[in-house]
């Protein structure tokens, strides 16, 4: 394959890409809204009919108890070849708040090499550079099919939690059998410096009530002499962590995958300016967390626990001289490589009911949890994905991770095959935002890796 050609396919066809985008990106497949649940399947429907436009052999709408996902396949001419999953979702955010937006949410505009509108970084216009992607592949090679067989899987829910999709993996386990699976719906550290995701953060999260007496109680005439539930949360919740920023739950860190030199040192070459991330973060004026660690690497490669919510007894206005019969709080973990939520929950719990002192009931409510998903830099996959993306940008590809979670879990573990991320997004392209953009020029170079990239998997997936 020729780079020249591959580039030559890609610019001549910018204008209709862009213009197929804008067309698919102009209806509001919101799915956490039902009132939108019609939009969602409209969308499935224009995917669908765009597929088998493009040539794709099979296409077919795969429903579930909610929204529907899209499944196609292009079988590679050798059988023998590496088969790969693409994995994406059709399905975007709220819009809201509505007076933040310049332009209208789904009547995508252009403004110079930007396309402006929901959807168009995350996740429709990734996706969506694979299309383009094949078909400079197959005019640069002038073969009639791909050099592995390209199954492409598009859900509908990943905007509202990916509710049905565990279930949708495993009925159509046998279909999807892969040797690797491509996530593009991440994010690179920036234009100038390409980067490709090798991991993503898992999620455990908790609510604990401590009760106390059956009524509030009159602080002259008890306090002092009972326990206070919320005296009992405050010191249940500062024991959590040492003087280190370690979390002190017995066994937390046992099976945390480590990071490795490379990984740290190549952590290391991105242009990190702490000063600036600190005023990202709603001006936070020092950094914080597990001594030994970098901010990177604790945002990425460490897990943490953290309070988000606690209350309890009087919180109106004046004073209410009370020892308060209950106290909530609610607590997160962001799970590393090698955890696991349920044990991390279970773990949390036995160390609630050893830390609440006598006279006082515990009650641990765990709400669900992601697992962490994790592709080692030294694997097939990510190599030849790197050696993709290098001859793309012309300039070194560095490492990063992800602090988010979805259901590429869900992919690794069920289809039993290893990810690789290889994505084009800028975390300035305001996902989930108002004024959601993505640029047009990355989109290209992603199409243009991922051509290289089918060509790179055929020898190394082997």
């Not at 500062?238 to 017995?250: F, N, Q």
Request: charged share 25%; hydrophobic share 40%.
């Amino acid at each position: 394959m020729q780079v020249n050609d591959v580039v030559a396919y890609i610019q001549a066809g910018r204008d209709r890409f862009v213009a197929d985008l804008k067309e698919w990106l102009t209806i509001p497949s919101i799915s956490a809204d039902p009132a939108h649940a019609g939009d969602v399947r409209r969308s499935a429907g224009w995917l669908a009919d765009y597929l088998r436009g493009q040539g794709f052999p099979t296409v077919e709408i795969w429903e579930t108890p909610g929204l529907p996902a899209v499944y196609a396949e292009w079988p590679a001419e050798d059988p023998d070849a590496p088969a790969v999953v693409v994995y994406g979702h059709h399905d975007v955010q709220p819009v809201e708040p509505l007076d933040e937006w310049d332009t209208a949410p789904f009547e995508p505009v252009e403004d110079g090499d930007r396309l402006i509108g929901r959807g168009t970084s995350d996740d429709k216009g990734q996706i969506f550079f694979h299309m383009l992607a094949l078909r400079a592949g197959l005019a640069a090679s002038g073969r009639n099919a791909p050099p592995v067989t390209i199954k492409l899987l598009v859900e509908g829910e990943e905007e509202s939690g990916s509710a049905h999709f565990a279930e949708l993996l495993r009925t159509h386990r046998d279909r999807l059998d892969c040797d690797a699976v491509v996530i593009s719906d991440t994010t690179m550290w920036d234009a100038d410096v390409p980067s490709m995701c090798t991991g993503m953060r898992g999620l455990a999260v908790a609510e604990v009530t401590l009760r106390g007496p059956s009524v509030d109680l009159h602080s002259g005439s008890f306090g002092g002499a009972v326990p206070n539930p919320l005296h009992a949360m405050a010191e249940l919740l500062a024991a959590l962590h040492d003087a280190d920023g370690r979390v002190t739950l017995p066994g937390f860190y046992d099976d945390v995958v480590p990071l490795t030199d490379e990984e740290r040192e190549l952590f290391a070459r991105l242009p990190f300016d702490e000063d600036d991330w600190l005023r990202s973060a709603g001006g936070s004026r020092v950094a914080y967390g597990e001594k030994g660690y970098t901010t990177l690497e604790r945002i990425w490669a460490r897990p943490t626990a953290e309070i988000n919510g606690m209350w309890g007894g009087h919180t109106g206005p004046g004073a209410k001289t009370i020892v308060p019969r209950d106290a909530h709080a609610k607590v997160s973990f962001r799970l590393a490589a090698g955890q696991d939520p349920r044990k991390v929950q279970m773990a949390f719990e036995a160390w609630v009911a050893e830390h609440t002192p006598p006279g006082v009931e515990a009650e641990v409510r765990a709400a669900g949890g992601v697992r962490p998903c994790f592709s080692p830099i030294d694997s097939a996959g990510v190599k030849a994905a790197r050696r993709a993306m290098e001859r793309a940008f012309g300039t070194q590809v560095l490492f990063t991770r992800e602090g988010g979670s979805g259901p590429e879990a869900d992919l690794a573990d069920i289809l039993e095959a290893p990810l690789v991320f290889v994505a084009v997004g800028l975390n300035g392209d305001r996902i989930h935002a108002p004024n959601e953009k993505v640029e047009i020029p990355l989109l290209l170079k992603g199409a243009e890796a991922a051509a290289y990239l089918w060509e790179e998997f055929a020898t190394a997936l082997r």
